[in-house]
């Protein structure tokens, strides 16, 4: 069964550096996905891409965030300058197109900034 | 801003019995409701969803009841067993993006 894979399972870094997360969507999704879950928290929309584009991303997606579709294959997540606070789960999710609305996530990425 | 609201952070049921899961909107908004269930170190897992122009969803052991005059969503797995220990997530989708719930998590006594 396809699945959504992410890269690497643990990311730890000192804040001020940049990451990059990544993600390889389920291969005929269209719409792509980033969510974050700090620790004892609920799980977060960060922003959607569809063809090339960002469709929408919320407060928290600000200047320091990126995504990019390099390929056909990989969905990135950078962070300029990591923050204390930027410590999360990250989670990269796909959907199939138009008309369906179950959305599939990968296993996450555990990103640890001190 | 919670939108989407699961007051019972943990349940307990013994195996066998009825598992009933709640879960609370505001927006009027949602158009589609989902659960996901999640393990320690794992994504979650698309398990039900409904439409809003239902009130009721089965899989299996799996049933989604939707109450929109109330604004209010339940999942019920029966009967319950021991690998449906996990936290389940209920969330709600408007404009492609899903609004999570703060989870409940569900132990199944043996």
């Known amino acids: 069964e396809p699945e959504v894979t992410q890269t690497p399972s643990h990311q730890v870094t000192q804040m001020g550096q940049e990451v990059i997360l990544r993600c390889v969507p389920i291969s005929n999704h269209l719409y792509f996905y980033w969510y974050r879950q700090i620790l004892g928290q609920k799980v977060e929309f960060l922003v959607s891409?569809?063809?090339?584009?960002?469709?929408?991303k919320s407060e928290i997606f600000d200047d320091q965030f990126s995504v990019e579709r390099p390929d056909g294959s990989n969905f990135t997540l950078k962070i300029r300058s990591t923050k204390l606070e930027d410590s999360a789960m990250y989670f990269c999710a796909s959907l199939r197109g138009v008309g369906v609305y179950e959305q599939y996530f990968g296993p996450g990425t555990r990103l640890t900034v001190t | 801003d919670q939108q989407v609201k699961q007051n019972s952070p943990s349940l307990s049921v013994q195996e066998g019995r009825i598992s009933i899961l709640n879960c609370d909107y505001t927006?009027?908004?949602?158009?589609?409701f989902l659960w996901y269930k999640k393990y320690p170190a794992e994504g979650p897992t698309f398990l039900i969803s409904i439409s809003s122009i239902k009130d009721k969803n089965e899989d299996g052991r799996f049933t989604v009841f939707l109450n929109k005059s109330a604004k209010h969503l339940s999942l019920h797995i029966v009967p319950s067993q021991p690998g449906d220990s996990a936290v389940y997530f209920c969330a709600a989708c408007g404009n492609e993006k899903l609004t999570f719930g703060t989870g409940t998590r569900l132990t199944i006594i043996p």
């Open positions: 927006n009027s908004m949602f158009d589609y």
């Open positions: 891409f569809y063809n090339n584009e960002i469709s929408e």
